[in-house]
Every structure is written in C-alpha cells, then in structure tokens.
C-alpha cells in the first residue's frame, strides 16, 4: 500500500481556489517533493494531510488512515514541521524537546537514536531559548521535536526558506539519512534546486499538479533548444526577445535570461540578425542544457489546452 495516497482532493477558501482535483500517491520509504512557488496550493495540501483542514472534495489518506475519519488515529503517526517557525521561543531547546515528547505520550531517551545525529549539533545550545537560535539551528530543533515520536510520516513545509546556504545543504543531508532508514518524507520546497535531491517530486501551479516524475525524468521532457543570454540592460532586452518570432519562451535566471526557441531550425545567425535589428548589441549568447527549474518554467508556459 502506498504511504499516503491522495483522490481528486480540492480546497477553496471562499471563492479563491487553493487546491484543485489533485491526485498523488506517495511509495513507502520515498523522499517526495512538492515544488512551486507561493501560492501554488503546498501549504494547503500538506495542511489536509496531517488533519489541520478538511479538504472540500475528494479523500486522501496518509498510512492507511483516512485524513478525516481517522484523524485522532492519525495525528499520533505523523510528523509535521510547518512554514514558520512554530516551536516555544521562551523554552530551551531541551525544554521544547521534553514538551513535544511528553505531548506524544514518549520520552526523549526512547526515541533518542532517531534523531541523535542531528541533536548532538544542538546539544550545546540545550538551555539556550529557542527563540535565540539561528535560523539553521532553529530548524533543526524543529526537525528533532517532529520526529521525538517516531513517526511514520514526516511532513516538512518549505523547511529551509531563509535558512543560509550551508544549512540547506546540511538540512537536505539529514533528511536523506533518515530517507536511508526507510522513513516516508513529503516535503515542500520553492527552491528548484532542491528538486534534485527528492526521489520523485511533483510540479505545482496555481493548486493544479503540473508533472510528477524523478527530477531526472522530467528535465528530460524539455526537448527544444535553450540559450543562455547576457546583457547590462535585461529588461528592454527580455521585452525584445519576448516578441521574436523565433521565441518559445524567455525569463530571467540570476544574472542570465534563458531564451527557448521553438525549433532546432532557428540559428545562431537568426538570433544575432534580429537582436542587432533591435539595436542591442555586444549581446553573449550561448547554448546550455536546461535545468529543472527550465523544464517548470516551460511547464508552466504552457498554452491551454484547446476543446
């Protein structure tokens, strides 16, 4: 059976759609993301799952229990670390991790092992309040009071937005252990990057599923060419490129725009000729194999689908 399983499940607030006939099934043991930007129905989602909203339509269920039925069943197995920093400021950081265990009707000594590795990093800190935690450290407190009770899905909602670098990739290192251990994860992300690092993810927009596949399988799917552009003055030049006949798609991408073309027919020539056509100039332009955060650039670009 899969770990959580997810039917046509749709969630409104008022008349604004958050969540839209989605449906998902989530392996045993996978380390699966959700990617997309603010707004694209993530928080919600994860919400439904482990019992904080009921969802309008559909049905889902997280380790054989029903999201709505087996609620108080349920909320003993899961682990959840929300968006925002939710644990006691004015307690210690063993004061909270005392508090949740106690909550869970456990002790830090019996599930100690689980999360040992990523404790002896606060171990230090232990009578520090957790309100004077860096932000990397802060989540790793958190991550440690999700898991005091040995849960059998753990939930992390976009765990490490404004966390430094670093501690990004020492967030992601821990979860890819305790994914070793067999341990079925389901996490957020805005971060493209971060896609890489799941087993599968799925691509959200607008509380609709865009593709659900292994990072691998999906940067496969953008087949057309892609270029590389640098210019001083981007802004007129993403406007010009936009409108080229010649132009699937263009957007800004750090210090770059990435321009898509339509066919492999279009030239290096065509490209130059139209850009000095347009008075811009001293224009670096070069071929470059697309990313993930391409391939959900052109999934989201994407015309509508015609009756």
């Given at each position: ?16 759609p958050a969540v839209s006939a989605i449906s998902l ?73 005392a508090f949740f265990a106690t909550v869970f009707g ?202």
């Amino acid at each position: 059976m899969d770990a959580i399983i997810i039917e046509n499940v749709s969630k409104s607030y008022g008349e604004t759609p958050a969540v839209s006939a989605i449906s998902l099934s989530i392996r045993p043991g996978e380390l699966f993301g959700l990617i997309g930007p603010d707004g694209a129905g993530k928080t919600t989602l994860f919400k439904i799952l482990v019992t904080l909203l009921l969802p309008d339509q559909g049905r889902a269920t997280v380790a054989g229990y029903d999201v709505v039925k087996d609620y108080k069943a349920l909320r003993q197995l899961v682990g959840y670390m929300p968006g925002r920093f939710s644990l006691y400021p004015d307690l210690s950081v063993q004061e909270n991790l005392a508090f949740f265990a106690t909550v869970f009707g456990t002790t830090i000594p019996e599930n100690y092992p689980l999360i040992q590795e990523i404790y002896s990093q606060l171990e230090p800190f232990k009578d520090r309040r957790a309100g004077q935690l860096s932000g990397g450290m802060k989540q790793k407190l958190a991550l440690c009071c999700a898991l005091i009770h040995k849960p059998e899905v753990l939930f992390l909602d976009e765990p490490t937005t404004g966390v430094d670098a670093v501690s990004r990739k020492e967030f992601w290192d821990m979860l890819r252990k305790l994914n070793e251990r067999g341990l079925t994860t389901l996490v957020s992300t805005p971060y493209m990057d971060e896609a890489s690092r799941c087993d599968r993810v799925a691509f959200m927009q607008t509380g609709t599923v865009l593709a659900v596949d292994t990072p691998s399988a999906i940067t496969n799917r953008f087949t057309k060419p892609l270029y590389a552009v640098r210019a001083t003055d981007t802004y007129q030049l993403i406007q010009d490129l936009r409108l080229a006949p010649f132009t699937e798609s263009c957007y800004a991408f750090g210090e770059f725009l990435h321009l898509t073309v339509k066919s492999a027919a279009v030239s290096d020539r065509q490209i130059d000729s139209y850009l000095l056509d347009n008075n811009h100039r001293n224009i670096k332009i070069h071929p470059i194999q697309p990313g993930i955060e391409d391939t959900f650039m052109a999934l989201m670009t994407q015309p509508e689908p015609t009756a």
